[in-house]
């Protein structure tokens, strides 16, 4: 039965939905709503702040555009396109180093 609730495509979508929500909750900063990203340089604990981050914006690529561009569609959630513009502009500045990642 166990199995059955995990290989549920569906309860797998749910899952992984309330999982980016989360993320992204906790990935965007209170003050000013950009894109905040968990460090990569400690852990975070639960209830406790983030990790700072080390600079490796190369690292990061594109994986955090990848899946809020796919989700409107998905889900019928408009919020989304919002979600997606927030991770584009990390890597064109606004983040907390208030630098941009990429050279043109």
């Not at 690292?59 to 555009?65: I, N, Q, S, V």
Request: a positive charge.
């Amino acid at each position: 039965m166990v199995a059955e609730v995990i290989a549920d495509p569906p309860n797998r979508t749910n899952f992984g939905l309330r999982s980016l929500e989360w993320l992204m909750t906790v990935q965007t900063d209170p003050r000013d709503g950009h894109l905040s990203i968990i460090g990569n340089n400690g852990w975070m604990q639960r209830g406790g702040a983030k990790g700072p981050v080390r600079p490796a914006a190369h690292r990061c690529r594109g994986a955090p555009l990848r899946l809020p561009r796919r989700l409107p569609r998905l889900t019928g959630e408009v919020r989304w396109k919002a979600e997606m513009k927030k991770c584009f502009n990390w890597f064109l500045g606004a983040n907390d180093l208030n630098m941009p990642s990429t050279t043109s």
